[in-house]
């Protein structure tokens, strides 16, 4: 079955290609759309509500065609968009209330969901006071509900932890999971931070420049392995220290990236650790060659370095386009 | 007994214990109903319902302001016995234009604004709602707001009248004639109120800014038409009147509606002009609702 499926999807504005012949099928579960800000994360949502038209190809959600089935597609699913969107001055359950009727709930449906979705969100006592003082994590859940509120089958959440510290991005990526298992709603996830969604995320289309980079299922390595990165110095016995760290470990059948496009790049190794097995390989390797291991850390955060290899060129080319933009 | 007691307790039990999700498989009700939603939530807000008590007291002010000389001007024909009321249905909304022009001043804004400001209006658009529903639900809860705003008095005026015994038929058609005048007022005045307000996230800007179109373009025709008349070029009054909202309402119901014409001198629109005057009126409230239109569909997501 599939949730969400674009065939050669594009949308050109007048300076910038946003999406690039893009074509995904995401299946039912949490799907997290990751991309750099500017990807074109946004602009495939909006297209998939069908408020935006794509310039060429086509998509369609629960089998609905964008182009021509817009509202129908609006009616069941539902969007939790990356920018503020709450009126201060009113409750969250007034508010709530409120947009439940707006996606057609009857008014004694919408209040009782209402109450409902603001307790599975973690909305308790301060859900009757004005949404103006809540904090960055109680309006998110706020956001949050009024998604949810019209029980869609699909939700599209648009970098919902934004702005929240690293506990409230923990409880938000939680609650996201529990979107999936406990309520049984398919979820769109993005985030402009590669590898925060690897844990909470059954499938992860990562997307760069509006093309897409690759669209995998996590399971295959996130519940096994995690990726580590190595730096090591240089001797005069090895004036590349990392080239030669690479060389023993390829010859012992482990395969490394180089880590292109991130800070430290070329100094750095990046390989897939199995088990404390591969600490303690590299441990033995290093002082063989007797080179000073600088760092030696794991970045289960990382999940574009576990992607990139084959796609390493493509992302250099657009880090240069970046970089003239900026 | 035992038995018949334990499944009740059972049910209460779940009922409290059951916190886990419920889906929900009852009706959906589509696009017209959100609209119409949109529409009580609006009409509500622009009295202060469900809202702040804060934003409750100017409308609620203004509203009181609008129907106490009405229910005097009764209180007085009642007691006095009068042979007619000491004002025309039609003439009660040019008088109090001041307050109405308040009220539409203060409540297009946060009609519209707010949406804007917080960002909003993105989100009634994820859902089966389109920018004319929108559009539509906004611009019909103000008129309607106005109408309740404007016709009250008049409500009250005509009651009285008929419990001072006043003649029915002549009542009754004063009444309905003023109730016309005031509903094409009502949908003017929104929709000039909606544009401007729509226009800028900032409700302030907003407020000032309907205040300043609502009584520059009064204040310059009236001054102009003042002197017009001082040097008797009638005809130039007429025309002149086409250039600000309320003197197009007085115009329009001057010739089509049996209104005393407020201009100076009494010198109102003919028919002919009046026709004039009316496709003015109409051909606005179009435009502003296109202008409505075309504002947001810009601002989409
Ligand atoms: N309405 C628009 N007009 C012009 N350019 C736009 C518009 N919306 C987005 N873009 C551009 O499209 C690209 C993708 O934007 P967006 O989808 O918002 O990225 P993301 O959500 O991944 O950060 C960006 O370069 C952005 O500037
Ligand atoms: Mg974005």
């Excluded at chain 1, 182009?67 to 001055?89: F, N, Q, S, W």
Aim: charged share 20%.
């Amino acid at each position: 079955m599939t949730v969400i499926a674009t065939e050669s999807l594009s949308k050109r504005f007048p300076r910038v290609t946003a999406l690039d012949r893009l074509s995904v099928d995401v299946g039912p579960g949490v799907t997290g759309l990751v991309g750099a800000n500017g990807a074109g994360k946004s602009t495939l949502i909006k297209i998939l509500l069908g408020l935006s038209p794509a310039t060429e190809g086509r998509a369609e959600v629960l089998g609905l065609d964008v182009a021509t089935k817009g509202g129908d597609i609006r009616e069941r699913v539902g969007y939790m968009p990356e920018h503020d969107c709450l009126p201060p001055d009113v409750s969250a359950t007034e508010f709530v209330v409120h947009m439940a009727r707006m996606s057609g709930l009857p008014p004694a449906a919408a209040r009782e969901r209402t109450a409902d979705t603001l307790r599975h969100v973690g909305l308790y006592e301060e859900r009757y006071r004005p949404i103006g003082g809540y904090s960055t994590g109680m309006k998110q859940r706020v956001k949050l509900a009024q998604a949810l509120v019209h029980d869609p089958q699909l939700v599209f959440l648009d970098e919902p932890t934004n702005g929240l510290d690293p506990v409230g991005r923990d409880e938000m990526l939680g609650l996201i999971r529990r979107i999936h298992t406990d309520f049984g709603i398919s979820v769109l996830v993005t985030s402009h931070l590669l590898g925060e969604l690897e844990r909470t995320c059954d499938h992860v289309v990562v997307i760069d420049g509006g093309k897409l980079l690759r669209s995998s299922s996590t399971t295959d390595f996130t519940q096994t392995t995690t990726t580590l990165a190595i730096e090591v110095t240089d001797t005069d016995d090895h004036p590349d220290g990392t080239r030669a760290v690479r060389e023993v470990l390829h010859a012992r059948g482990i395969d490394t990236h180089d880590g292109s496009g991130l800070p430290g790049a070329g100094h750095i190794l990046l390989l897939t650790a199995d088990g404390e097995e591969t600490y303690d390989l590299v441990r033995d390797i290093v002082a063989d060659l007797g080179l000073g291991l600088v760092r030696m850390e794991q970045r289960r955060h990382h999940i574009s370095e576990v992607f990139k290899d084959a796609d390493d060129a493509r992302d250099e080319e657009r880090k240069e386009a970046v970089g003239h933009g900026g | 007994m035992a038995v018949e007691q334990s499944p009740a307790r059972t049910g209460e039990q779940t009922r409290i214990h059951n916190i886990g999700y419920r889906n929900y498989d009852g009706p959906r009700l589509g696009r017209a109903y959100a609209r119409r939603s949109l529409y009580s939530q609006s009409l509500r807000g622009a009295y202060g319902l469900g809202r702040s008590v804060k934003s409750k007291v100017l409308p609620m002010l203004l509203f009181v302001v609008m129907c106490v000389p009405a229910a005097i001007m009764v209180a007085v024909a009642v007691a006095t016995k009068a042979k007619d009321l000491p004002v025309d249905y039609t003439q009660y909304a040019i008088f109090l234009q001041a307050v109405i022009g308040l009220y539409v001043a203060s409540q297009a804004p946060q009609s519209v604004s707010r949406d804007l400001r917080f960002k909003t209006v993105p989100l009634y658009f994820s859902r089966p709602i389109e920018t004319a529903d929108y559009v539509r639900a906004k611009y019909a809860s103000l008129a309607s707001a106005m109408f309740i705003l404007t016709a009250a008095p008049l409500v009250v005026l005509y009651v009285g009248a008929l419990l001072a015994k006043l003649d029915f038929a002549d009542q009754t058609k004063g009444f309905a004639q003023g109730l016309l005048s005031v509903a094409l007022l009502s949908l003017l005045f929104a929709g000039i109120g909606l544009v401007i307000s729509a226009v800028t996230p900032r409700r302030g800007f907003g407020i000032a800014a309907v205040i300043a179109t609502l009584t520059i373009s009064y204040g310059a025709v009236s001054t102009v038409q003042a002197i017009a008349f001082d040097q008797n070029s009638t005809d130039a009054i007429a025309w002149l009147g086409l250039f600000s909202p309320i003197t197009l309402i007085d115009g329009v119901q001057t010739a089509f509606l049996g209104a005393t014409s407020s201009f100076p001198g009494e010198v109102g629109p003919s028919s002919g002009e009046g026709v004039v005057y009316l496709l003015v009126v109409l051909g606005l409230i179009a435009g502003c609702y296109g202008l409505l239109m075309r504002r947001y569909r810009k601002v989409g997501l």
